[in-house]
Nanobody
Framework: QVQLIESGGGSVQAGGSLNLSCEVA?????????MGWYRQPPGKEREFIAN???????NYAASVKGRFTISLLINKRTTTLQMNSLKPEDTAVHYC?????????WGKGTLVTVSS
């Protein structure tokens, strides 16, 4: 079982920025294949935001491309999501997701609220 610790959520006005972080809580014995972020807006389905492959390539949802940047720290166990130019429609619970040793794991989520 892999435990993920998310941090960095909060409230911000439109146009502002937040930085989310997700760290694998315990020692791991295999490389993490993919680390990524999803979000679930109020009353909607969970949706993909961005991910980063272990080799460094990244993918983004069209709705955040150019505004959000996903990074993998050198320890290879922590990913960050820099969110700029935030909009009210970015309001959602944001979840970290990792693919490790063939299984997917989810964090508990961190709330991002963007006011107009």
């Amino acid at each position: 079982q892999v435990q993920l610790i998310e941090s960095g959520g909060g409230s911000v006005q439109a146009g502002g920025s937040l930085n989310l972080s997700c760290e694998v809580a315990e020692r791991i014995f295999h490389p993490i294949s993919i680390m990524g972020w999803y979000r679930q807006p109020p009353g909607k389905e969970r949706e993909f935001i961005a991910n980063i492959i272990s080799a460094g390539s990244t993918n983004y949802a069209a709705s955040v491309k150019g505004r959000f940047t996903i990074s993998l720290l050198i320890n290879k166990r922590t990913t960050t999501l820099q969110m700029n130019s935030l909009k009210p429609e970015d309001t959602a619970v944001h979840y970290c997701n990792v693919l490790y040793n063939g299984d997917y794991y989810w964090g508990k989520g961190t709330l991002v609220t963007v006011s107009s």
